[in-house]
């Protein structure tokens, strides 16, 4: 009878001395760039085929998940605002009811959500001095919403949201933490290029309904001088803040508008006062 006796196995077996290292960090170039790809692939496609999406498509489906806003209660200066939005989205848009939000936000700010819904804050309203300037703001957030940025936004979005919750489960909880604060600003602050879209949009848009420009720049320079007011301006920057971003920088905004209402020759008049 005989015993098996399991032979030891050569101690090189499996194991290139030196090469550890190398391999280990092959492997992560590889998974890195497979990440990158997935990251690439999910945003491009979904980039494309949200950009299909038209702006009465997208109202239309959000419709079904909000609630009919109720203007009822409102004070006569934020129902003021109310119909602004409107007046200015019907240049635009036939079949979309703009639904207009107010917050309690002391932080002066104004952006429009998914699916056709625009908020302005308490902060906002109590900077504001005139009609003009508030149409203004409105306009920079219709040009958002027309140009589709909220919607390619989160086509940019969710490519990196499925890798690092991906790397969040491969790592157990570790990774999810260290993107956080990062990616809230990656979703939510708008390109210096989309801004400046915007910013064009909102100009014809001002035009279009006052006959000139009058008070374009007007909420910049309030915000200009909110800003250097606040002791600090870091703690809020991870909140929606479309208009305390700091690309591009206030200045440069108010420049830029100023260069091209020069350059289209568009007039300016006397501004609507605005009480809040
Ligand atoms: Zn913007």
Redesign the pocket.
Known sequence: MSSYSPKTPNETVNYTEGSFLAEFTKKIFLLLFFLAIIVFVISFSLKSFLSGISPEKEFTLASQFYTQENYENLPQSKLKVVALVKGLSSQYFENIDIRVKFSDDELPNAFMMIGGTMTFTEGFLKLAKSENEIAFVAC??LG?FNERHIIKNMGNAVGPAIVIALLDNLSGGGIGPMFSSGFNLYQLN?SRD??SE?DDFALSCLNKYYGHVGGATDFFEHIKDYKTKIDSFSFKENKVT??LSTHPNTLERIEDINAEIKNKKLDIQNTVPYMY
Request: charged share 35%; no cysteine; hydrophobic share 35%.
């Open positions: 920079h957030e958002h708008y989309l801004e915007a479309d208009f």
